[in-house]
C-alpha cells in the first residue's frame, strides 16, 4: 500500500495509540472530581495543556482542548463574533479557507455579520496590503490559514500580523492545520491572538485537537455546562485523548527537527516529475508546503483516477466526492483563476515524514499506467 493522502488525515503514531491505552486505563476518574482519583486526572491534565502551549510557543496564552480542527476554528469564529458584536460585525477571511472557516462566516452573515473575502493570486497567496485596505472602524477579526490544504500555498502570516499591530482591537485568527509540523510559525513573532491545530494531521488520534488563545482575548462559549476549559468549552475533558494529542505534537516536532530536510527533497523529486509528465499540470506553489502538491489532469475525471489507483492500492485524493450531476470544482482553483478545465480535473497528492522516494517512484510508474489506460479506454 502506498498512501499518499496525509492531508485528510495520518496514521497514528505507535506512541500516540499506547499513550491514549495506558491514560484511559490509569486515568479514568473525571478531572473535576474533587476526590484524589480526579485530583491526579486534573494534574495530568493541566500539564498537558502547559505542555502543549509550550510546544506551540504560546508564551501569553494558554490551550482549550476542542475535538478538532472544525470546533477550533468555530469556537475562534464564532466565539470572537458573539462576544464582540457590539463594537463591530465586519470580519475578514480569503477565499481559499478551508470549508470549516468559510461555512462559518457564511453562517455569520445570517446574523448580520458583514464578511469581506480577500482575493489572492494564482497560487493563492494573499497580499497582505490587501488585508490592510480590507479593515475597518468596525472590524473585529481576521482568519487566514497557514498553509492551503489544497494547493500547499503559505501565507504571508507574519506582514499580516505586524500590520495588525497597530489594531489592537482586532484579533488575528490562525488555521494551523495543515501546517502544524510541517512549516515554522512563531504565534508571537506573527502576533497569533488564536490559532487552531488538529490531532489528526500530526499523526495523533481523530477527535482531539487544540484552540490557542491569548490571555486577553475573549471568546463567548459555544458550549455551557459544567464550566471546564475555562469556562469556554463545557464537557468533561477527554483525557486520553488530550495525552495522546500531547504526544503526537511532542513527537511531529521531533520528525520534523529529524526529517524535514528529507521531505523537501522528496517533495522536489514528486514536484520536478509531475512537470515533466504529459499530460499533467501542476497546480501548487514550487517553493509552498513541502508535503503537499496538487495537480490536474485535463480531460480525465479526479474520481476515475482516484479509482484507477485504488485498485493498485495507492491512495491520493481529490477536492471532495464525485458528483454523477455536476463536475467536481475545486472552488480554491477557481479562487486561483485557474482554466476551467483545470479547476474540474484536480487531485491531490499529501505526504508524511514516513513517505519514501520508492514509494513516489513506484506512484510515478502507476500514474503513466493509469492515465494511458484511460485513454486507450476512452479511444476505444
Do not use: W
Not at 82 to 87: A, G, I, L, V
Amino acid at each position: 500500500m502506498i498512501y499518499l493522502d496525509n492531508s485528510a488525515t495520518t496514521h497514528p503514531f505507535s506512541g500516540v495509540l499506547d499513550t491514549f491505552r495506558q491514560t484511559s486505563e490509569r486515568y479514568f476518574a473525571n478531572p473535576s472530581s474533587i476526590h484524589p482519583l480526579g485530583g491526579e486526572a486534573e494534574r495530568l491534565l493541566e500539564a498537558s495543556r502547559e505542555r502543549v502551549s509550550s510546544i506551540l510557543g504560546g508564551q501569553e496564552g494558554r490551550v482549550i482542548f476542542t475535538s478538532g480542527g472544525t470546533e477550533s476554528n468555530n469556537l475562534a469564529i464564532k466565539g470572537t463574533a458573539f462576544m464582540h458584536m457590539s463594537r463591530g460585525k465586519h470580519l475578514i477571511t480569503t477565499r481559499v479557507e478551508h470549508p470549516s472557516v468559510l461555512e462559518t462566516f457564511e453562517s455569520l452573515e445570517s446574523f448580520g455579520f458583514e464578511i469581506t473575502y480577500v482575493d489572492v493570486d494564482e497560487y493563492g497567496h494573499v497580499a497582505p496590503a490587501d488585508v490592510h485596505a480590507s479593515i475597518r472602524e468596525d472590524t473585529i477579526l481576521v482568519s487566514i490559514m497557514s498553509v492551503n490544504n489544497e494547493i500547499g500555498s503559505i501565507q504571508p502570516l507574519k506582514e499580516i500580523g505586524d500590520i495588525l499591530r497597530s489594531y489592537p482591537k482586532i484579533y488575528f485568527h490562525v488555521d494551523h492545520v495543515q501546517g502544524q509540523g510541517k512549516i515554522d510559525l512563531s504565534l508571537q513573532e506573527a502576533g497569533v491572538d488564536l490559532c487552531s491545530v488538529s490531532g489528526h494531521k500530526i499523526h495523533g488520534l481523530k477527535g482531539t485537537g487544540v484552540l490557542y488563545k491569548k490571555d486577553n482575548v475573549r471568546l463567548f462559549p459555544l458550549n455551557h455546562g459544567g464550566g471546564q476549559e475555562q469556562g469556554i468549552r463545557a464537557g468533561t475533558e477527554n483525557l486520553p485523548g488530550i495525552v495522546a494529542f500531547t504526544k503526537a505534537l511532542r513527537m511531529i516536532d521531533e520528525e520534523k527537527l529529524r526529517k524535514k530536510s528529507e521531505l523537501m527533497e522528496l517533495h522536489d523529486h514528486l514536484y520536478d516529475s509531475l512537470e515533466e509528465l504529459n499530460g499533467v499540470v501542476v497546480n501548487s506553489p514550487k517553493h509552498g508546503a513541502f508535503h503537499i502538491i496538487n495537480f490536474s489532469m485535463p480531460g480525465y475525471k479526479p474520481e476515475a483516477i482516484i479509482h484507477a489507483l485504488a485498485k493498485r492500492e495507492v491512495y491520493i485524493s481529490t477536492k471532495s466526492a464525485c458528483s454523477s450531476k455536476e463536475p467536481d470544482r475545486s472552488a480554491v482553483l477557481e479562487a486561483c483563476r485557474a482554466k476551467e478545465e483545470i479547476a474540474t480535473s484536480a487531485l491531490r497528492i499529501s505526504l508524511s515524514y514516513e513517505t519514501t522516494k520508492e514509494e513516489l517512484d513506484t506512484f510515478l510508474e502507476i500514474l503513466k499506467e493509469v492515465r494511458d489506460s484511460l485513454v486507450q479506454i476512452s479511444e476505444v
